[in-house]
């Protein structure tokens, strides 16, 4: 079983950054994907970024191109979202997520945080 803990979220500024965390809670997490989801109010939840196992590929969603970075240590079982130049529209509940593959569609990934909000005023 794997736990997914998420931490890093706030209240910023436009053009600030945050960095979100996510901690799992087994060794599996070495082989597994990793993603991060949002979903704001009213909104569908989407995909904003995934890296594979060994962290040799990433997608991001159009939206967070150029301004967002998802990385993972394996030592620390620790998934990252680097998000700069944040935007008002970038508000929304984050979601890390683990899976067997990365995949653009949020049924595909087993494990689940609970979200951490991010709020972005202009």
């Known amino acids: 079983q794997v736990q997914l803990e998420e931490s890093g979220g706030g209240l910023v500024q436009t053009g600030e950054s945050l960095t979100l965390s996510c901690a799992a809670s087994e060794r599996t997490f070495i082989h597994i994907a990793m993603a991060w989801f949002r979903q704001a109010p009213g909104k569908e939840r989407e995909l904003v970024s995934s890296?594979?196992?060994?962290?040799?590929?990433?997608y991001y969603e159009d939206s967070v191109k150029g301004r967002f970075t998802i990385s993972r240590d394996k030592d620390k079982k620790t998934v990252y979202l680097q998000m700069n130049s944040l935007k008002v529209e970038d508000t929304a509940v984050y979601y890390c997520?683990?899976?067997?593959?990365?995949?653009?569609?949020?049924?595909?990934?087993?494990?689940w945080g609970q979200g951490t909000q991010v709020t972005v005023s202009s």
């Open positions: 997520a683990a899976g067997r593959f990365p995949a653009l569609r949020g049924d595909l990934y087993t494990y």
């Open positions: 890296i594979n196992w060994n962290g040799n590929s990433t």
